[in-house]
């Protein structure tokens, strides 16, 4: 079983929609990141959450520590948000980021 | 604002030579970490790096792996005799300090022939 999984691996929106994706993950963890990917490669740190709820613009992050879960979400979706979101977790005691697959979004016009 | 940065951006070598990717963090940063990724998978952890010593690596940093903080302001990724295997994107990542977000490069593509 991977260490994070995230769901859905593929999702497509029409502009404007309201967009979730989640992280579960099987670790103690002492922060949780999501992370942007565009199609050129390049990696962008959105949060990193270690309890509660972040917000920065239309973008809000949440993490559940007991459930081992977060969910990113996407308010009022936009053609520029189309990337790859990736969840990263660093387990407690260890500066290593383990990756999930991350979800490839599509928000049409 | 301040960036990691890294070069080359695409690097294309022969099976059996030596390559050397290029990383300069952001200044102030304490913490410094290689991933790779290879077409089509996750991002993977390679090693960390602090106090010019390796914190942390993972298996796949084997001994044809080495990093080095030569001068205080690059950071550097040596693979000794690549492989095939080795082709993939590396990202540099660098953070302040423990309990703060990473900050990625923009990767260099790795070819091996």
């Known amino acids: 079983k991977n260490e994070v999984e995230q769901s859905p691996q593929n999702l497509t929106a029409q502009e404007g929609e309201f967009i979730t994706i989640n992280c579960s993950y099987s670790?103690?963890?002492?922060?949780l990141h999501w992370l942007q990917q565009h199609p050129g490669g390049g990696i962008v740190s959105l949060f990193m959450l270690s309890s509660g709820k972040k917000k920065h613009g239309r973008l809000i992050a949440t993490i559940n520590i007991q459930e081992k879960h977060s969910s990113l979400h996407i308010t009022a979706s936009h053609p520029r948000d189309s990337a790859v979101y990736i969840c990263?977790?660093?387990?407690?005691?260890?500066?290593?980021?383990?990756f999930g697959t991350g979800t490839r979004l599509l928000v049409s016009p | 604002e301040p960036e990691v940065t890294q070069t080359p951006s695409h690097q294309v070598t022969q099976m059996g030579q030596e390559v050397i990717l290029r990383c300069v963090p952001i200044s102030n940063h304490l913490y410094f970490y290689w991933y790779r990724q290879i077409l089509g998978q996750k991002v993977e952890f390679l090693v960390s790096f602090y106090n010019n010593e390796i914190s942390e690596k993972s298996e796949i940093f084997d001994d044809q792996f080495s990093v080095e903080r030569p001068d205080g302001s690059n950071f550097t990724l040596k693979i000794r005799s690549t492989k095939l295997e080795d082709s993939a994107m590396y990202f540099c990542?660098?953070?302040?300090?423990?309990?703060?977000?990473?900050?990625f490069g923009p990767g260099t593509r790795l070819t091996v022939t």
């Open positions: 990263a977790v660093r387990s407690a005691g260890f500066q290593k980021l383990v």
């Open positions: 670790v103690g963890i002492s922060a």
């Open positions: 990542a660098s953070r302040l300090d423990r309990e703060y977000e990473q900050y």
